[in-house]
Antibody, heavy 118, light 106 residues
């Protein structure tokens, strides 16, 4: 079945780095935009970044530009989020999801927790 | 950025009640409006896309309406499985979510 499984979350000190991974299965991965969305108790759901199926089009929210890098490996059906210079405000559950724009964010992973704390 | 404002922030209703949640966009988003349900500890689940289209597998008691800046999610007969938090999302320009509406069953 269609599935997304995230990994790579954890506890990291401010200024540190983490790389999140998302393994996709059950659909033609390269046909879809993929997105990272995060959720905090205070700010709710917040879009972070998305990337086109070919990898040629990329967008980021302003607060992560220059610190986060989204990438994908279509041969491995995998999406990644490299997070550098992490801040306390980046603490959240990070979801990988399939993005269809007009048809909604229709498939979500289970989420992986990132905690930035000294 | 397009801001999405949901109301009410929370509500409590009885099984069988009709429930309505509204979402307002800060600018015209045509029909690029989606609705999600989130159960605690789980990822959001897509219910309605393109303002009024029911996602496959979602019960027909859920419906959506609206276009432009004002949108509504209606649950015609609330069921125990419908508790959780509901979010609207615009995908017209980037992606932004509303603040959520927490639905409790009386």
């Amino acid at each position: 079945q269609v599935q997304l499984v995230e990994s790579g979350g954890g506890l990291v000190k401010p200024g540190g780095s983490l790389r999140l991974s998302c393994a996709a299965s059950g659909f033609t991965f390269s046909d879809y935009y993929m997105t990272w969305i995060r959720q905090t108790p205070g700010k709710g759901l917040e879009w972070v970044s998305y990337m086109s199926g070919s990898g040629t089009t990329v967008y980021y929210r302003d607060s992560v530009k220059g610190r986060f890098t989204i990438s994908r490996d279509n041969a491995k059906n995998s999406l990644y989020l490299q997070m550098n210079s992490l801040r306390a405000g980046d603490t959240a559950v990070y979801y990988c999801a399939r993005e269809t724009r007009y048809y909604g964010t229709d498939v979500w992973g289970q989420g992986t927790t990132v905690t930035v704390s000294s | 950025d397009i801001q999405m404002t949901q109301s009410p922030p929370s509500l409590s209703a009885s099984v069988g009640d009709r429930v309505t949640i509204t979402c307002r966009a800060s600018q015209n988003i045509n029909s690029y409006l989606n609705w999600y349900q989130q159960i605690p500890g789980k990822a959001p689940k897509l219910l309605i896309y393109a303002a009024s289209s029911l996602q496959s597998g979602v019960p027909s008691r859920f419906s959506g309406s609206g276009s432009g800046t004002d949108f509504t999610l209606t649950i015609t007969s609330l069921q125990p499985a419908d508790f959780g938090t509901y979010y609207c999302q615009q995908s017209y320009n980037s992606i932004t979510f509303g603040g959520g509406t927490k639905v409790e069953i009386k």
